[in-house]
């Protein structure tokens, strides 16, 4: 190669003319198809997290100035493993010719020389890079072992500093163990010890010590000098080149218990990276909108609706007037600049919004309720309204006739077929949940008995498992236990074990309360109450459920058998420690992480503590459900949602004769039609509930009520309806019962006034007043007092006829007489023609 070659030149001229600018030789197809776009993915990720400000990879510092001979000398003396003779020299050659393939490009110093030589472009192929143009004065092509070494060597000398794209690209051993002898030891010395003090061993501590190197190799300094952004960073640029957080939070979680990050360095990698809640103009700035008035419009109502409303509800409703309403206006009719739509944009935008096409899973499909979302846009224009008439200033330019009428926001029969596929799908689930609550528990047991055994057996040794051959695998330095199979493939028992024992603790709490998933999650060591029965003196444990989707806080009994549930989880986080971890969970709904606390449901997973996720949840679910074997009628796999066992607690405690009002209480219902809704009636509990009422009320009544009558009481029961017409109207008195007024009908209650008698009774009332004038002039006062209070139920008895009077009335509303005005228009045409109707 001439030595005025260019750096493009040296590495393009290895590869075909066709395939230099796709890298074809870089890039397989598979990977064409996931990676082309990395800086753009790696922009979107950081999009959705708040600003960082990582430290930049500096391009000139001290030791990638020297000269090859000073380079050779820094690696001589670099704190390495003693080697022999043969292989300090085998170092040193490595270093100086790599240092030398590296001065054939442009540069001022090897930093620069490295960023021009293309490697970092390469990634996991730089090694074939390398040996396509290793080419010195009489020498022959080297190996990689070689080429690798001399990497190795200016690593851990600080001289070259690459990308972490290109540092997790490496599918070879190029000597991390050996930089964190020379890159601050005794910063590195310091987390070890950490790692020792909190019982953290195993692949995961060399993992997550090996990520703080990366960030020294690529960043410099010292492990104090690493900030929360560059975490974050290295966490985001890992999370595409590996797709999984293993080692990472952990990193992230050794930084922070040191102190390394400092006092205010958030508690955890994931809430390093979120960027909270956004602002209301945040939100509506991320969707775009071209026009300016919309878009202040748009802030300005979510503004005044954002106290009445929690963070979710808040992002949806921006959702539906941004996205699906105003931006799809946008789109299909950019000329449209107010809210005043014509009569064909709204019919037309009604007919789009009945379809998905926003969520790229359900795209194309039927949208399950657009009602939802007119009801929405429909609130928007009435709010519009009424804001106007307070403030006609700064609303009534907006005010606009609404596009969408009253009756296309309901969905009353949608809301059947939902509910009637919910009361279905709990019919279905329900008589299969002592199934899968045995499944559960056979697995739990199972999982224990292997890993008890295994545990039994020293590293190396044989161990039948399940009526099977396993080898322990292992040399004591891991906390988990592994085995292998005779085919060689490695088992996790801890692994296993730790899931079958999750399964098994969701679907008991969750069968027992009827909780919600996020009140689950939230469950704490602090949410046990004791409270103590007034009258018994007895203390009955209760468990707090905080304040979740209505903001309610609530009490639910723990059972026996829900206690021990709870004890088994509590006896497995707190892992023989005297108190709980305390974690620091994330809403996911809300986006704010919580104060260190001691949840129940949290993990011991890759050496940090973590509280559960929802993905965990459904995916143990699922797990457990395959593994029971049960299928629905077409032979499909089942699956339950945590939801489910909610409502089936529902459907049970209302079957089983608890109150609704008292079930929705413990449900957290703020109303009950809610409750009723969640329970799945059979058409046997109609039945059975019926004939139970009918038993009860016979049981209240005396048992000579049913029997045969004989002739003589059925006459009796007869001559009983012929005496009761009286003078007034009807006497109501139950059967086999005497007057009690003595025949006084006007004063009695159980008259039931005759309208037609209401003449009659008017006489009544005059001849009443008669007599009472008669005994006031004569002072007998004993009559007078039974007198008034005749005419006061005479007076009574005559409203409540004229009420009847008036509801039998018969009121003219000014109706026309089709009939009539059909005649009298048929005679007039018949006059005016001269004919004879």
């Not at 919600?516 to 007895?538: C, D, K, M, N, W």
């Not at 006896?571 to 971890?581: C, I, S």
Request: glycine fraction near 6%; aromatic fraction near 8%.
């Amino acid at each position: 190669m001439s030595p005025s070659t260019t750096a493009a030149e040296a590495v393009s001229s290895t590869r075909p003319a066709a395939t230099r600018t796709r890298r074809s030789d870089v890039w397989s197809p598979q990977r064409d198809l996931k990676r082309p776009d990395f800086d753009e993915r790696l922009a979107l990720i950081e999009r959705t997290q708040r600003t960082l400000a990582p430290r930049a990879t500096p391009r000139s510092w001290w030791q990638t100035e020297k000269s090859v001979g000073e380079v050779v000398e820094l690696v001589a003396g670099l704190d390495l493993p003693q080697a022999s003779a043969e292989g300090l020299r085998r170092r040193k050659r490595s270093a100086r010719e790599f240092l030398g393939w590296l001065e054939q490009f442009p540069g001022a110093n090897w930093q620069q020389r490295w960023l021009n030589c293309g490697l970092e472009d390469a990634e996991d192929r730089w090694l074939d890079r390398v040996q396509q143009t290793w080419k010195g004065a009489g020498t022959t092509q080297y190996h990689r072992s070689s080429i690798s070494t001399g990497m190795t060597m200016l690593l851990c000398a600080e001289v070259l500093r690459p990308s972490y794209r290109w540092l997790l690209n490496q599918h070879f051993n190029f000597g991390l163990g050996f930089v964190r002898r020379c890159i601050d030891p005794a910063g590195f010395a310091r987390l070890e010890a950490h790692c020792d003090a909190t019982g953290r061993v195993g692949g995961v501590r060399q993992g997550a010590l090996n990520c703080v190197a990366m960030v020294l190799i690529s960043k410099g300094g010292t492990i104090a000098d690493i900030t929360v952004d560059d975490a974050v960073e290295y966490a985001n640029v890992r999370r595409l080149v590996h797709a999984s957080a293993r080692n990472v939070s952990l990193f992230y979680a050794m930084l922070v218990e040191t102190g390394l990050l400092g006092g205010n360095a958030p508690a955890s990698l994931s809430a390093a990276r979120s960027r909270g809640q956004l602002t209301v103009h945040e939100m509506v700035a991320g969707y775009d909108l071209r026009n300016a008035q919309i878009r202040e419009l748009l802030t300005a109502y979510l503004t005044v609706r954002k106290p009445d409303l929690d963070y979710t509800s808040l992002r949806a409703l921006a959702g539906t007037l941004c996205s699906l309403f105003w931006r799809d206006i946008e789109h299909h009719h950019p000329e449209v600049d107010t809210l005043r739509l014509p009569p064909e944009i709204a019919a037309a935008w009604k007919e789009r919004i009945r379809t998905n096409r926003h969520d790229s899973t359900r795209a194309g499909t039927a949208r399950e309720q657009p009602e939802r979302v007119m009801g929405v846009i429909r609130g928007l224009y009435l709010d519009l309204a009424q804001w106007a008439l307070e403030d006609p200033a700064r609303w009534g330019p907006w005010v606009a006739p609404c596009p969408i009428r009253s009756t296309e926001c309901l969905a009353t029969k949608q809301n059947r077929r939902r509910r009637a596929r919910i009361h279905q799908r709990i019919r279905t689930l329900a008589p299969i949940l002592p199934t899968l609550v045995d499944t559960v528990d056979r697995r739990l047991k199972a999982a224990t008995a292997r890993l008890n055994a295994t545990l039994a057996v020293s590293h190396g040794d044989p161990v039948i498992l399940d009526g099977e051959r396993f080898v322990r695998s292992g040399t004591g330095g891991s906390t988990r236990v592994f085995v292998h199979d005779p085919d060689g493939r490695r088992r996790d028992l801890t692994y296993e074990e730790d899931n079958a024992f999750w399964a098994w603790a969701l679907i008991e709490v969750l069968r027992h309360t009827g909780i919600r998933i996020e009140e689950l999650q939230e469950l704490t060591h602090h949410s046990f109450v004791a409270y103590t029965l007034p009258t018994t003196g007895e203390v009955v444990p209760m468990l707090q459920i905080t304040p979740s989707k209505t903001d309610t806080e609530r009490l639910i009994l723990v059972s026996p058998e829900l206690g021990e549930v709870l004890a088994a989880i509590i006896h497995r986080v707190r892992r023989g420690k005297a108190a709980l971890p305390l974690v620091s969970r994330y809403d996911h709904h809300e986006r704010v992480h919580s104060a260190p606390m001691p949840f129940l449901f949290q993990r011991f997973r890759y050496g940090i503590e973590a509280t559960i996720t929802r993905n965990f949840v459904a995916r143990t679910l699922d797990n457990a459900l395959a593994d029971s074997g049960l299928t629905d009628q077409a032979g499909n796999p089942l699956r339950f949602t945590p939801h489910d066992f909610r409502r089936i607690f529902a459907t049970d405690a209302i079957r089983t004769g608890l109150p609704p009002h008292i079930a929705a209480k413990i449900m957290g219902h703020q109303n009950i039609n809610t409750t009723m809704g969640y329970a799945a009636i059979y058409s046997e509990d109609v039945i059975t509930h019926h004939r139970a009422f009918i038993a009860r009320r016979r049981a209240l009544r005396p048992s000579e009520e049913y029997r045969e009558l004989t002739p003589e009481e059925w006459q009796e029961f007869l001559g009983h309806f012929e005496l009761r017409k009286v003078e007034l109207g009807i006497c109501t008195r139950d059967f086999g019962t005497p007057c009690v007024h003595e025949h006084a009908c006007i004063r009695c209650p159980a008259l039931r006034p005759d309208p037609h008698q209401e003449h009659r009774l008017r006489e009544i009332i005059s001849n009443l007043g008669a007599r009472l004038a008669e005994a006031e002039e004569h002072g007998w006062l004993g009559e007078v007092a039974g007198l008034k209070v005749s005419i006061t139920s005479a007076e009574s008895k005559l409203a409540t006829m004229q009420s009847m009077n008036r509801q039998h009335a018969v009121t003219y509303l000014g109706m026309p007489n089709f009939r009539a005005s059909v005649g009298r228009h048929l005679g007039n045409e018949a006059a005016a023609q001269g004919k004879d109707l």
